[in-house]
């Protein structure tokens, strides 16, 4: 982490490098590519890592077909200052010759401490930049004399030979740079040149195509017959995404701004290569055997783990100014995988799942799978509505349900003891149990912070005191009552549970993550049909 060997090697006086005093306390997890035209044409790879970037020049550049090496020697750690850095280092000086910020965005690391990863000699990483998106590994050789790069199991399109001479900070070209009147300087003052974003992610003005309420599956306990269609049912959020032009917005299913909260995705959005469109899908993180968790996802919202982040898109509502909501599904899927064919890798097309549907789900229990979804080859698109067209066969109980109010912690727990859920029914919110594990302790004092401002005096549930109590009741006694703290019923939560109990309160519940993405009001007791 030490930036000694940095400094040692150049005269700030004549270099217009950044200084970078002392080591960054902040880490975001960026990286940058720089080509450098130095004594020999070579490429910088950095990545930001406990408070430095982590460098190694790669003489070849970036590998792109799968499994394919080139070699990186590890050089000195630079400033994160130096993310950002572009113009022309003096003849003379260490590394004198152009540079410029040839690719530049963030990165997921796939193990839980990145820095003992490297130290340990493998390094297992997701791009999400404007040119290099996907999987690499960065793999120490023996006797510590050099690291490889090493493509991981996707192929990436190639840069082109004009996408390789343009910078991806300021839009010019290595001569550009090398005249010498473009020099950036990393303190944030820049001469000469206009520093420009490549995508627009929030337009001005509002899109020409509007916000269309996804349409929506029930829930089924085998499947029906006809000719269906089966897709993995994810685990993550249902979004909407919008592209016109450079613009592009990103919602959830109730119409929340998603732009923000994930602009990796937003930015691959914008590089799909259509004039505009409305795509249906999925936001999910994966964990480390590929699979999508809601719990990995809520811990990305939180700040607590950065797993990697795909959308996962199943369906084409909109194509080129073109309404395809009237057209059967196998005809919108078709034109979306043509249209996602050489998309960002962080934009994937869920492609259907062949063979016999009881086969379909025996590997589906096996990978550990929250289920599938079946839909009719010749459905159209209807917003909003349950109709049937769409099913869900799920492999396991989960339930969305209304926070109301929750109990006080017990022994050496903190924040609070169990949250106290509900769903609505004819428009009361009843009661279904108590939730008490599934909670990191960062999580306890974060939901406890946010009930401090939803606290009411009366308690939201219809159906409670309640007087009778079984053993396998999640009910509340009216001694209980005593003991619990009410909030404004506005808060969604994801929770897993072993089953329905005869009294209709919730067996063996787990928490899993919050919802943001649903209205309270909407939330019901799901049940299959």
């Not at 299913?253 to 469109?277: C, Q």
């Not at 009843?430 to 005096?457: N, P």
Request: proline fraction near 6%.
């Amino acid at each position: 982490m030490s930036l000694k060997d940095y400094r040692r090697k150049r005269d700030f006086k004549k270099t217009p490098e950044p200084g970078g005093n002392r080591p960054s306390k902040a880490d975001k997890h960026r990286f940058v590519v720089q080509k450098h035209a130095a004594s020999r044409l070579h490429y910088d790879f950095r990545l930001e890592m406990e408070g430095t970037l982590k460098s190694w020049a790669v003489p070849r550049g970036f590998p792109y077909a799968k499994g394919e090496k080139r070699l990186a020697v590890q050089v000195e750690d630079h400033p994160v200052s130096y993310i950002d850095f572009e113009g022309v280092i003096p003849k003379g000086q260490y590394g004198g010759g152009t540079v410029m910020v040839w690719d530049q965005g963030s990165y997921s690391p796939l193990s839980p401490s990145p820095a003992k990863a490297l130290a340990a000699g493998k390094l297992h990483f997701i791009l999400s930049g404007q040119k290099l998106q996907g999987e690499w590994y960065l793999v120490r050789l023996r006797e510590r004399k050099g690291w490889l790069l090493i493509r991981g199991p996707n192929e990436m399109r190639p840069v082109s030979t004009k996408e390789d001479d343009i910078s991806a900070l300021s839009g010019k070209s290595m001569k550009e740079l090398a005249a010498g009147n473009n020099i950036w300087r990393s303190s944030g003052t820049n001469i000469g040149r206009r520093k420009t974003s490549a995508v627009k992610t929030q337009p001005e003005l509002p899109l020409p195509i509007k916000f269309i309420e996804p349409m929506k599956a029930r829930l089924v306990t085998a499947p029906p017959a006809g000719e269906w269609i089966y897709e993995i049912k994810f685990d993550g959020y249902r979004a909407l995404a919008l592209k016109s032009g450079g613009h592009v917005q990103l919602f959830s299913r109730n119409e929340k701004d998603f732009a923000e909260k994930f602009p990796d995705l937003t930015d691959g959005i914008a590089r799909i290569s259509v004039k505009d469109a409305i795509i249906d899908g999925e936001i999910v993180a994966l964990n480390p055997t590929g699979r999508s968790s809601f719990q990995l996802l809520q811990a990305h919202d939180l700040g607590l783990h950065r797993p990697p982040i795909f959308f996962y898109a199943f369906d084409l509502l909109r194509l080129n100014g073109v309404d395809l909501r009237n057209e059967p599904l196998v005809a919108r899927k078709a034109s979306l995988e043509k249209v996602l064919k050489n998309a960002p890798e962080v934009i994937r097309f869920s492609a259907s799942l062949k063979g016999n549907i009881s086969v379909l789900l025996k590997r589906a229990r096996r990978l550990g799978l929250e289920g599938l979804i079946g839909k009719r080859k010749d459905s159209h698109y209807e917003p909003g509505r349950r109709t049937g067209a769409w099913i869900k066969l799920k492999l396991g109980h989960q339930q969305e349900l209304v926070i109301g109010g929750f109990t006080n912690p017990v022994g050496q727990r903190r924040g609070f003891g169990a949250l106290l859920v509900g769903y609505y029914a004819k428009g009361v919110l009843r009661f279904a149990g108590k939730v008490g594990t599934g909670f990191s302790e960062k999580l306890l004092d974060h939901l406890h912070e946010r009930f401090k401002k939803l606290t009411i005096s009366d308690c939201p549930f219809s159906d409670v005191p309640e007087r009778k109590i079984n053993r396998h009741s999640q009910g509340l006694a009216a001694a209980q009552m005593k003991k619990c703290h009410w909030v404004k019923p506005s808060i969604v939560c994801q929770v897993r549970f072993a089953e329905w109990t005869r009294d209709g309160k919730l067996r063996q519940p787990a928490f899993l993550g919050l919802r943001e993405d649903k209205d309270a009001e909407k939330v019901i007791r799901e049940s299959p049909e």
